[in-house]
C-alpha cells in the first residue's frame, strides 16, 4: 500500500483538517470510554507541534441525518479533549458557513459530521465543502475507512492534499504484517454469536491460516457438523454443512479447525447459572454450551504458544458471567505470553482484554470492529483506496 503519511508534510501554519473516530460512549454529559479519543490524540498533537491550524472532526452516535441533536453533540468530547491537552477546545458548529478561526498551534473541534445532510451518501456538495476548509485533509478514522462518507472519503478527493494520520498508517501497517506476509504457523481465533455473520471472514481465514479457532456461538455450528449434539446451545442449523466444508478444505491442504473436546454447560443464559463440564460427547438435549472446557482451552493455548502471527477476533465464551469465561481467559493469557505477533479487534475482545488486563501484552490492538473484519475478508476499504489513489 503506498499512501501519503502525515508524517511526510511539512505542516506550518496549513489548515489541517483531520477525521478522527471519536465516537465513544458518554453518559451524564461524560466520557466513559476514552480509549478511541486516546488513540486519536498523537496525530492531532504532531499537528499542533507543527504550527498547524487544527481542525478536528468525527460523527458520534446515530443522529438523524441532517438534523442538529444536541443529545449526539460532540462537546463532551471537547471537554475530554481539552483536560487531555491542558487548554480548551472550542466546539465549532457553523463550520460550514464560516471558515473556522483557527491560530498556529492551535487546535478545535466541529460538530457532529453526522448533523450535515449527506453525509453517509458521500454527497459531492458536502465533501466539497469540508474539502474548502483545508490545506491538508487527514484520515485518520479506520474504524470508519469501510464507509465511503462525505467525512471519511468524498473529502479526500477534493482536498488539496489526502494522506493518513498516525492511527490509521500504524493500522495499516499492523494489519499489512499480520496479514500479507505473516510470520508462520498463523492462527486466527474468531469467535461470536453466528457463523452468518463472520462467514466470509472465516472463509477468507481458511484460505490463509493454519489453525482457525472458532468459538462462542459460532463453535456450536462447528460441533454440530462433526455430529455432536449441542442440545439448545446457539447453533445455525442451516449452516452446518457450511461448517463441514469448511473443516474438510482446510483439513485438504493440512490446516485445521480445533474442535472442542469439552464444553463447559448450563441450562439457561444467567448470571447466576451453575457452569456444569462435560465430555463434548456428553451434552444433553436440555444443556446450553457456554464456554469451552480445560482441556479444549489448553490445547488452544498450546496452538497459540507455537504460533508465529496471531489474529484474534472474539471471546470463546460467554466471558461476561465468571463462570462460563475460563476459556476466553486462558486464551488472553496464551495470548498475552505468546511470542508471535498478535493482532486483535472488535468490541467484545477489547472489553475481554480488559477484563484480563492483557492491553500492554497484545501486539496491536485494533480500534476497528467492522472495519477490522472487512481487512480480513480481503476487501477493500473505499477510504484506504482513495489515499492510494491521492497518493499517485
Not at 23 to 46: C, F, L, Q, W, Y
Request: proline share 4%.
Amino acid at each position: 500500500m503506498s499512501f501519503i503519511k502525515l508524517t511526510d508534510l511539512d505542516l506550518a501554519g496549513k489548515r489541517v483538517l483531520i477525521r478522527a473516530d471519536l465516537n465513544v460512549p458518554v453518559k451524564d454529559g461524560k466520557v466513559t470510554s476514552d480509549a478511541r479519543i486516546t488513540a486519536s490524540m498523537p496525530t492531532v498533537e504532531h499537528c499542533m507541534k507543527a504550527g498547524a491550524k487544527v481542525m478536528v472532526m468525527s460523527h458520534r452516535g446515530r443522529p438523524q441525518e441532517g438534523v442538529v441533536d444536541e443529545e449526539n453533540s460532540m462537546q463532551p468530547i471537547a471537554d475530554d479533549m481539552s483536560a487531555k491537552l491542558g487548554r480548551t477546545v472550542p466546539l465549532i458548529k457553523d463550520y460550514l458557513d464560516t471558515q473556522p478561526t483557527v491560530a498556529g498551534g492551535e487546535v478545535v473541534l466541529l460538530e457532529n459530521v453526522r448533523f450535515n445532510a449527506g453525509e453517509k451518501k458521500d454527497d459531492e456538495q458536502l465533501a466539497k465543502k469540508y474539502a474548502s476548509l483545508c490545506d491538508v485533509y487527514v484520515m485518520d478514522a479506520f474504524g470508519t475507512a469501510h464507509r465511503a462518507q462525505a467525512s471519511t472519503h468524498g473529502v479526500g478527493k477534493f482536498a488539496p492534499v489526502a494522506c493518513a494520520g498516525l492511527l490509521l498508517a500504524e493500522e495499516l501497517d499492523a494489519l499489512n504484517k499480520a496479514l500479507a506476509s505473516p510470520a508462520r504457523p498463523m492462527v486466527a481465533i474468531v469467535g461470536g454469536s453466528k457463523v452468518s455473520t463472520k462467514l466470509t471472514v472465516l472463509e477468507a481465514l481458511s484460505e490463509k491460516v493454519d489453525q482457525l479457532v472458532v468459538g462462542g456461538g459460532i463453535a456450536n455450528t462447528f460441533l454440530k457438523a462433526t455430529g455432536k449434539n449441542v442440545g439448545k446451545s446457539l447453533c445455525e442449523n442451516d449452516l452446518v454443512d457450511t461448517a463441514q466444508a469448511l473443516i474438510e478444505k482446510m483439513a485438504a491442504r493440512g490446516a485445521s479447525i480445533p474442535i472442542a473436546v469439552d464444553v463447559v454447560c448450563g441450562k439457561k443464559f444467567d448470571e447466576n447459572e451453575p457452569a456444569v463440564l462435560k465430555d463434548a460427547d456428553d451434552v444433553e438435549d436440555d444443556d446450553m454450551i457456554f464456554d469451552i472446557g480445560p482441556k479444549s482451552a489448553q490445547e488452544l493455548a498450546d496452538i497459540i504458544a507455537k504460533a508465529g502471527t496471531i489474529v484474534w477476533n472474539g471471546p470463546v465464551g460467554v466471558f461476561e458471567f465468571d463462570q462460563f469465561g475460563e476459556g476466553t481467559k486462558t486464551i488472553s493469557m496464551a495470548i498475552a505470553n505468546a511470542s508471535g505477533f498478535s493482532l486483535a479487534g472488535g468490541g467484545d475482545t477489547i472489553a475481554a482484554i480488559q477484563k484480563y488486563n492483557i492491553y500492554d501484552k497484545v501486539s496491536y490492538i485494533s480500534t476497528a470492529g467492522g472495519a477490522f473484519l472487512e481487512f480480513l475478508e480481503g476487501k477493500t476499504l473505499p477510504a484506504v483506496a482513495m489515499l492510494e489513489q491521492r497518493a499517485e
